[in-house]
């Protein structure tokens, strides 16, 4: 799986756009760049994934380079809720779908009032 | 509702005493993984299976046990043999589909031996 790098901590302020930004400088093509998040003891919370194209939903957008070696998850107005360790993850899919996930050290993002 | 339940919450034991921490979905998942977190740090894989009757090995699978007898359950079992299991412990699951692989997760067993 190709190594992800990810600053370890950000602030954002309340009803701001947080960007969070990783490289993933060793993707490979058919791998896809996911990313979840875990508040405070819980389990982690699927939030996107994408290969090459921009992606949203209705909690994120991801922006991935054209070279795909780095992108940016952006919460386009951060609450206090999204205070919370985000996880950049570089994996790729096998026919199955069931493929494990391996997650780094995170960046924790801590939404300022 | 749907989701993945894991119970209990908090788990005392004792050193030495096998331990078995449960994890049910209710999504008709296929695939099912068992992850440890130790403090400040990220999830580690330890067993996972990709359909009833299977599983494998992940990296940390020392130590632990699991089986697969039903598609819903997933229980895993801490022994004896592991070193250092206090630890918290995150159950998921996924559909198991082609281009899917989003992970459900429960919400987690924090286990303390003492």
């Known amino acids: 799986d190709a190594k992800t790098t990810q600053p370890p901590s950000m602030d954002c302020a309340e009803g701001r756009a947080a960007n969070l930004p990783c490289n993933h400088s060793t993707i490979s093509g058919n791998e896809y760049v996911y990313w979840y998040r875990q508040i405070h003891s819980q389990g982690p919370q699927y939030i996107i994934h994408?290969?090459?194209n921009n992606e949203t939903n209705e909690m994120a957008s991801l922006i991935i380079t054209e070279d795909r070696k780095s992108s940016t998850l952006i919460l386009p107005h951060a609450t206090l809720r999204d205070t919370a360790v985000y996880y950049c993850i570089v994996r790729a899919l096998s026919n199955f779908g069931n493929e494990k996930l391996t997650f780094g050290t995170g960046t924790r993002l801590t939404i300022i009032p | 509702d749907g989701g993945i339940t894991q119970s209990p919450k908090y788990l005392f034991r004792k050193e030495g005493q096998n331990v078995t921490l449960s994890c049910e979905q209710n999504?008709?998942?296929?695939?099912m993984y068992w992850y440890r977190q130790d403090p400040g740090q990220g999830l580690r894989l330890i067993y996972y299976s990709q359909i009833v009757n299977d599983f494998q090995k992940g990296d940390i699978a020392e130590g632990y046990s699991v089986s697969r007898e039903k598609k819903e359950s997933f229980p895993l079992t801490v022994t004896s043999a592991q070193k250092n299991p206090t630890a918290f412990y995150l159950c998921?699951?996924?559909?198991?589909?082609?281009?899917?692989?989003?992970?459900?997760f429960g919400p987690g067993t924090r286990l303390t031996v003492l």
């Open positions: 994408g290969l090459k």
């Open positions: 998921a699951s996924s559909i198991g589909m082609q281009g899917r692989n989003e992970q459900f």
């Open positions: 999504l008709n998942h296929d695939a």
